[in-house]
């Protein structure tokens, strides 16, 4: 079993450099290499000072850990990480990415609030999007972009018409976390859920093809073909006391509005409970050293835009891990081999301890490989594995 994960504090993952330019931070990823736990990633994302940190520090059992932004300027210039043990899947650890705010003036390229998200899409398992107020026009029209994925994301290399609706199969839980709700929940006179509340709101305008109801329609209808499986939690004001609003990390949640504290509760619940570990194919679940290798790839594809493509991500992370399998088990093999006092009584000798140590290191290979589907890195193991043989009873 694997040791917890012991980390202070968060960490730049991805830096969102001056010049426009995202890259990844190899403290972060050696730090994620030394990972072998599989992880379930949850990523938050939104306009600026929305209270998203605020909130993650609540997801990693923390009051403080993420810094909040007491002033105006965005805080946080890219993508931060936190690994904590996960509250209750036990040997899996909880990966939590903090971005930073959308909507940054500072920030002049159109790119960087798709980018951020398209980040924190590929990497997580399950997506926040916090907002503050109400879910309406104008939260809406800050998601524009969603409608833009198309031209970022790939499931598969090869073009295919379809794939947008083979987004869904592949991409996180999605969660909208409405901050500072101050309506009651209710359409029509009737009481109605948080998630019907969202699902009212992406109710598409008919007949949804007249031009005018397109440009209405098309964030939503994105929002419904991405996201199978979409959740919404309001939130109460925290307090009334100004002075507390400022630095909440400070202060005890038996200071706060009641409703607000179980309402984070109830979101931090549903989080753990519901956000699975992530995966990348549907089948190969990601461990901590994946999840760096998949931020890695999908850090060069947004920065030198092209298309981010799952199926390659999956591809390039299988070859590498493979190529690693490979070496390990001849590795093995070799340094058995070595104990062998040579030359041994009879051939046989020789050939019944070398095809044991062969059995031992295949298994190795067998263990750490995956996705080899047309056998290519089990042929190439097995070319080395005979030219040793040679070697050894040359
Ligand atoms: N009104 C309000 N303020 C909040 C809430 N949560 C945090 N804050 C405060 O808003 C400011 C920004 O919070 P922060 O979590 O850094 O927002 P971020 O920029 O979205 O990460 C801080 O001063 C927090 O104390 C909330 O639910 N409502
Ligand atoms: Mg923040």
């Known amino acids: 079993m694997d040791p917890p994960i012991q980390m202070e504090a968060p960490i730049c993952l991805i830096e969102n ?3 426009g330019k995202f890259v990844v931070n190899s403290e972060a990823i050696r730090f994620l290499s030394g990972i072998n736990q599989p992880v379930v990633v949850v990523a938050i994302v939104g306009m600026y000072r929305t209270g998203k940190s605020y909130l993650m520090n609540k997801l990693a059992g923390a009051q403080k850990g993420f810094n909040l932004g007491a002033t105006i300027r965005a805080e946080t210039k890219g993508i931060w990480m936190w690994c904590v043990p996960h509250p209750l899947k036990k040997n899996h650890t909880l990966v939590l990415l903090d971005t930073e705010g959308l909507g940054d003036v500072e920030k002049g390229d159109g790119k960087n609030d798709i980018w951020i998200f398209t980040l924190a899409l590929l990497l997580s398992s399950a997506m926040v999007y916090n907002s503050k107020g109400t879910i309406d026009q104008d939260a809406l029209d800050k998601l524009k972009f969603v409608g833009e994925l198309t031209e970022i994301i790939k499931v598969k290399s090869k073009d295919n018409e379809d794939e947008e609706e083979k987004f869904s ?14 309506l009651s929940l209710e359409i029509e006179g009737g009481q109605v859920s948080a998630d019907g509340y969202l699902e009212n709101a992406l109710k598409l305008k008919k007949p949804e093809m007249l031009p005018r109801n397109m440009e209405y329609n098309k964030p939503r209808i994105c929002l419904q073909m991405y996201f199978g499986n979409r959740k919404c939690f309001v939130f109460d004001f ?17 200071k706060l509005n009641k409703k607000f504290v179980d309402q984070c509760k109830e979101f931090c619940d549903y989080i753990w409970k519901n956000a699975d570990t992530k995966s990348v194919n549907d089948t190969v679940k990601v461990t901590g050293h994946r999840l760096g290798e998949l931020a890695k790839i ?23 891990e493979n190529k690693a399998s490979v070496q390990e088990a001849t590795q093995h093999y070799e340094d058995k081999m070595k104990t062998v006092g040579l030359p041994t009584e009879t051939l046989d000798d020789f050939m019944t301890l070398s095809s044991q140590y062969e059995d031992e290191a295949r298994k190795i290979f067998l263990e750490k490989s995956f996705n080899d589907n047309d056998q290519q890195f089990l042929r190439e193991y097995l070319d080395v594995g005979t030219q040793n043989i040679q070697k050894q009873s040359n």
């Not at 925290?238 to 038996?254: A, G, K, M, S, Y």
């Not at 594809?301 to 070859?319: H, W």
């Open 17 to 19: 450099t001056a010049n």
């Open 169 to 182: 199969r592949h991409f996180p839980i999605f969660i909208w976390a409405v901050r500072d709700f101050h």
């Open 238 to 254: 925290p307090t009334t006391n100004n002075e507390f609003l400022q630095r909440l990390e400070e202060v005890p949640d038996d």
């Open 298 to 320: 999908y850090t060069e594809a947004v920065s030198s835009s092209k298309f981010a493509c799952m199926e390659d991500a999956a591809l390039s992370l299988a070859e590498m």
